[in-house]
């Protein structure tokens, strides 16, 4: 019997995939996700894939030589990277690095920080790993998945801004200027979300369905933060990686702890390990970013704040409110 689509509504669906032009599934990502199910396939066969995409086996070097990687040795080559990384880790930095040469034509846009953006998503991808790691629950996420969903979490906004150019850039205005999310926004303008738009491209591409959930629902409704850890995983990573810029403290600390404590299992020790974490990787994830735009580095890879305008976002726990259409 088909699976019942995660999105929410089937009208949603169909006006995403009316008006939007998804990208296929990054052919050197499709390879790498062969080999991983052949036990006889190994790193040559993976950097001999990742050779016929160059300018993805490119990009994906230089990703995977960033500072928050925090590897040992300056990799040369894209044999070597294979033999360090191995074929999973190879295949989650492949999509991102696919969806990086995919909107490639977007750097350089004057309203539209997307190195800011891919800051942010690199920084909530490893914290997301990071919680990932410390939750043995059911219904979480494995560290690769949940790497690769805090990647994609806001991949809608880049498809949005291809497709739909200056009514995306007046969106984003709109949100600023009036000071109301961006979700809200592109909800009353478009008739469905980045959220959705990033949801339906996961579930294209075939990821696990929990990736897909955990996209679909990070910005709500609250029911699905805080009864499904694979949402709350992503959530938080989301507003611990907008947020860790400042000083996470008070109410807001406690209540993203009390959220982690009562659908993560986690201490409020390991809550704090994870923000210590968090704020070591965004000082990589910024000095990447310093290089990059030196121009000591060709690929955008961090950014300056975090991802821009999710910022003023309220934290998942006062989520009650913004339910997504
Ligand atoms: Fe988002
Ligand atoms: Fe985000």
């Known amino acids: 019997m088909p699976m019942k689509p995660l999105m929410p509504r089937n009208q949603v669906r169909n006006l995403v995939d009316e008006r ?8 050197a990502a499709r390879e790498l996700h062969v080999l991983l199910q052949d036990p006889k396939a190994g790193t040559r066969e993976a950097a001999e894939a990742l050779e016929r995409a160059p300018a993805v086996g490119a990009r994906l070097l230089q990703l995977a030589n960033a500072g928050y990687m925090k590897l040992a040795t300056r990799l040369d080559s894209i044999a070597h990277m294979a033999d360090v990384l191995g074929v999973r880790t190879l295949h989650d930095l492949a999509l991102q690095a696919a969806l990086m040469e995919q909107y490639a034509h977007l750097e350089g846009d004057s309203e539209f920080d997307i190195e800011g953006q891919w800051a942010h998503a690199i920084l909530t991808a490893l914290v997301a790993r990071g919680l990932a790691r410390r939750f043995h629950g059911p219904s979480g996420l494995r560290p690769s998945e949940a790497y690769v969903a805090g990647i994609l979490h806001d991949a809608g906004k ?13 969106a984003q205005r709109e949100a600023g200027d009036r000071r109301r999310s961006l979700e809200a926004i592109e909800g009353q303008r478009f008739g ?7 949801a ?3 579930e294209r591409w075939n990821l696990p369905r929990q990736v897909v959930r955990a996209i679909c629902f990070h910005h709500g409704p609250s029911f699905e933060i805080v009864n499904n850890p694979a949402v709350l995983i992503v959530a938080l990573a989301d507003q611990i990686a907008y947020r860790c810029s400042n000083a996470l403290g008070g109410t807001v600390r406690s209540r993203l702890q009390s959220l982690a404590a009562r659908v993560l299992h986690l201490t409020p020790e390991a809550f704090g390990e994870v923000l210590v974490e968090a704020q070591k990787h965004r000082a990589l994830v910024t000095a990447d ?6 121009g000591a580095l060709s690929v955008p890879s961090a ?23």
């Open 200 to 202: 339906r491209l996961v």
């Open 20 to 27: 939007l032009r998804l990208p296929p599934f990054p052919d």
């Open 158 to 170: 880049l498809v949005l801004l291809d497709c739909l150019g200056d009514t995306y850039r007046d």
């Open 192 to 198: 469905f979300t980045h959220v959705h738009v990033g």
């Open 289 to 294: 970013l310093r290089l990059a735009r030196s």
């Open 303 to 325: 950014g300056k704040n975090g991802g821009g305008s999710d910022r003023d976002f309220p934290d998942p726990a006062e989520r009650t409110k913004t339910q997504v259409p």
